[in-house]
């Protein structure tokens, strides 16, 4: 059988780690040609030369992300080297915790830059190339926490409530374009998502919290972009919550 795939250019911005790594191996593996986006380029090269070496097709583009700029030249990027864009998965993000009296205000400006307004950046930039093509899709990684919120997650989950708003009026407007659009939202998965919270006890509190439970792998949520890209034109998955068995 062929591959789902075959023939598609998929953009994953955050795949020198975590779950954009994953998906870019679960995208490769569907036959898609993968663009690799993110600031540590040794990375992103073993990640290409792995991909390379067993047959698929993939670019790096070492960019740091913090500039919306940066997000833009990075799909432009894709789209000269393969002529084509079906696929940005907007994944690289932030999630720095901390109670809102006490949090570092610039916690909430590279968040707000990174998860926000980088990702709106790239899906112009993104929409603007498909709009020609007739087909496309955008697949944001939100999280639980773009549709909960709790204590220490006032700033992280203002980020991924705008990325579930944007996402939706989004939507309405590419759809008549052709262009998907599909709001992943993962509970707790194991990545080195929690290395940059800068505000200690929390950053201690919610690893003691995941050392108590089964989180989720990055290739469960690998799994779920691979669904949603993968289903015929007239199907647009716009909204799937995947959390861990373990998490209330
Ligand atoms: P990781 O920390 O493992 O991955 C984050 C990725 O984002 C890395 O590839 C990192 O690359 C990239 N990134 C961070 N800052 C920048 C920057 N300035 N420029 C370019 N790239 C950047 O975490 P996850 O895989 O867990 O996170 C991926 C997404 O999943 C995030 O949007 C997160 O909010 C979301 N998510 C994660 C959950 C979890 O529990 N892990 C739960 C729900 C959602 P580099 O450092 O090389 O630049």
């Given at each position: 059988?062929?591959?789902?795939?075959?023939?598609?250019?998929?953009?994953?911005?955050?795949?020198?780690?975590?779950?954009?790594?994953?998906?870019?191996?679960a995208l490769?593996?569907?036959?898609?040609?993968v663009?690799?986006?993110a600031r540590?380029?040794?990375r992103?090269?073993?990640?290409?030369?792995?991909?390379?070496h067993?047959g698929?097709?993939?670019?790096?583009v070492?960019?740091d992300?913090?500039?919306?700029?940066?997000a833009?030249d990075a799909?432009?990027?894709?789209?000269s080297a393969f002529g084509?864009?079906?696929?940005?998965?907007?994944?690289?993000?932030?999630?720095?915790?901390?109670?809102?009296?006490?949090?570092?205000p610039?916690?909430?400006?590279r968040?707000?830059?990174?998860?926000?307004?980088?990702?709106m950046h790239?899906?112009?930039?993104?929409?603007?190339?498909?709009q020609g093509?007739g087909?496309?899709?955008?697949?944001?990684?939100s999280?639980v926490s773009?549709?909960?919120?709790g204590?220490?997650s006032a700033?992280?989950?203002a980020t991924?409530?705008?990325?579930?708003g944007?996402?939706?009026?989004?939507?309405?407007?590419?759809?008549?374009l052709?262009?998907?659009?599909?709001?992943?939202?993962?509970?707790v998965?194991?990545t080195e998502l929690?290395?940059?919270?800068?505000?200690t006890a929390?950053k201690?509190?919610?690893?003691g919290?995941?050392?108590?439970?089964?989180?989720l792998?990055?290739?469960?949520?690998a799994?779920a972009v691979v669904y949603a890209t993968t289903q015929?034109?007239r199907v647009?998955?716009?909204?799937?919550?995947i959390r861990?068995l373990?998490?209330?």
């Amino acid at each position: 059988t062929p591959l789902r795939l075959s023939g598609k250019v998929a953009v994953v911005t955050g795949a020198s780690s975590g779950i954009g790594e994953a998906t870019a191996r679960a995208l490769d593996a569907e036959g898609a040609a993968v663009v690799l986006v993110a600031r540590r380029r040794d990375r992103l090269d073993a990640l290409a030369e792995a991909i390379r070496h067993e047959g698929g097709q993939a670019q790096v583009v070492a960019a740091d992300l913090s500039d919306p700029a940066q997000a833009r030249d990075a799909v432009a990027q894709a789209v000269s080297a393969f002529g084509r864009l079906d696929i940005l998965v907007n994944n690289a993000g932030l999630m720095l915790l901390g109670p809102v009296a006490d949090a570092d205000p610039t916690d909430w400006h590279r968040m707000m830059d990174l998860n926000v307004l980088t990702l709106m950046h790239a899906t112009q930039a993104a929409v603007q190339a498909m709009q020609g093509q007739g087909s496309g899709h955008i697949v944001n990684i939100s999280s639980v926490s773009g549709r909960g919120a709790g204590p220490t997650s006032a700033g992280y989950s203002a980020t991924k409530w705008a990325v579930g708003g944007f996402s939706e009026g989004l939507r309405q407007e590419v759809r008549l374009l052709g262009i998907r659009v599909t709001v992943i939202e993962p509970g707790v998965v194991a990545t080195e998502l929690t290395d940059h919270i800068t505000h200690t006890a929390t950053k201690d509190a919610y690893e003691g919290r995941i050392k108590q439970m089964t989180p989720l792998e990055a290739d469960d949520i690998a799994a779920a972009v691979v669904y949603a890209t993968t289903q015929p034109q007239r199907v647009n998955v716009n909204e799937i919550l995947i959390r861990p068995l373990d998490q209330g």
